[in-house]
Structure formats: C-alpha cells, structure tokens
C-alpha cells in the first residue's frame, strides 16, 4: 500500500502541482489533490479525514494561496496532527507563523525538474522507505510490464544516493531496469522517476 501524500494549495496552482508534483507518483506514494475549494465555512471533515490519515503534508505556497484561508486552515490542522510537513515555497517571506521553523523546497518555476528532485530528496530523507521484504528495503518503483503479453509486475529497487542521481541527470543519462520476466528495459529520468522509454529485449 502506497504512503499517502495531502497537497495543500491554491486552485489556481493545479497546473504547476502537475508539473512539480505528478512524478512522485510513479514512487510508492498517493497524491490527495482537492480539485475546487470548500465552501464557505469551516473546513470539511473529508478534508481533515485525508489530512490525518496522510504520510506527508505539503502546503504549495505561493502569491495566490499563500493567504487563502482554506490553506492556512489545513497548515494549521496537519501541525496539530504533528504530520511530516515539506513546505514548497516560491518565496522565504512565505515561511512565516506555524511553519516558520519547518525546512522546505523552494519552488522554482523555470526549472521544473529540480523541485521535483528537491522535494523527492526531502521525502526519501524525512519518511522511511516501505518495505516489501528483506530484499528490497529501499525506495523503489513498482511498474506492470507492457511489453508483449508479459504483464510481469516489477518492482524496480532505488539504491543510489540522491547526489548520484543528479549526477546522472546533469550528464544526461537515464536509470533504468530490466524486466525480470521478458528483458525488456524501462527507462527513467533519475531526478525525478519520470517514465522516459522502454527497450526491446535485446
């Protein structure tokens, strides 16, 4: 069972949580993404239900949410649930108040890719990786092989450091696995476990 992720955040930033926050999903991790506000009064139960029952909290903070009330309602709720919280920032000046002593990502617009790698750095530091037996004690991806009539389910283990992955992305390299069924290759871009291409069995 994937851990649990609650996205906190402005309606108007569902368009960059796609582009910063979508990958994490291809790790063992769920995103909880309310689509449309509350409506006006206190915040919904469903709301807080998802909160309490969430792994990580990460409010997205930025010009447009960062005095949305509904945001600071939910910052507030997930502290008093003593919840693992990884701001994501645009901006120093919005760390203010409950989370002015929380260590978080900064949000950079024009390079997508190093957030993504950031607050997956922060994650695989702050939560422990779920383990699915003695072998396999590390972050990994779990993928279902599309390759033929194969349908092998893998689970492709991630024991490199963070640096080194970024390593590998700054020279252009991918991460890949081989399907322990079939042989094909899956290839990931190791910043941030994004889907690049699979190979034929060779």
Request: proline content about 5%; aromatic content about 10%; some cysteine.
């Amino acid at each position: 069972m994937a851990k649990q992720i609650f996205i906190s955040h402005a309606e108007s930033d569902l368009d960059l949580i796609d582009r910063i926050l979508s990958p994490i999903q291809n790790l063992p991790f769920d995103l909880i993404i309310s689509v449309a506000e509350p409506e006006p009064g206190r915040i919904h139960t469903n709301i807080t239900n998802q909160i309490s029952n969430a792994d990580v909290f990460i409010p997205v903070l930025t010009q447009d949410s960062k005095d949305n009330q509904w945001v600071n309602q939910e910052i507030g709720y997930a502290i008093n649930q003593n919840a693992t919280i990884i701001p994501l920032f645009e901006d120093d000046s919005m760390l203010g108040g409950l989370i002015s002593d929380i260590n978080g990502v900064e949000l950079d617009r024009y390079n997508n890719e190093r957030t993504t790698f950031e607050v997956i750095s922060m994650l695989r530091q702050d939560s422990q990786p779920l383990s699915i037996g003695p072998l396999m004690p590390n972050w990994y991806l779990e993928l279902k092989c599309n390759y033929g009539n194969c349908k092998r389910m893998n689970y492709f283990t991630i024991d490199r450091a963070q640096n080194e992955l970024w390593e590998m992305h700054k020279n252009g390299n991918n991460i890949w696995w081989e399907c322990e069924n079939c042989g094909s290759q899956y290839h990931y871009n190791p910043a941030t476990f994004e889907f690049v291409k699979r190979t034929k069995p060779s």
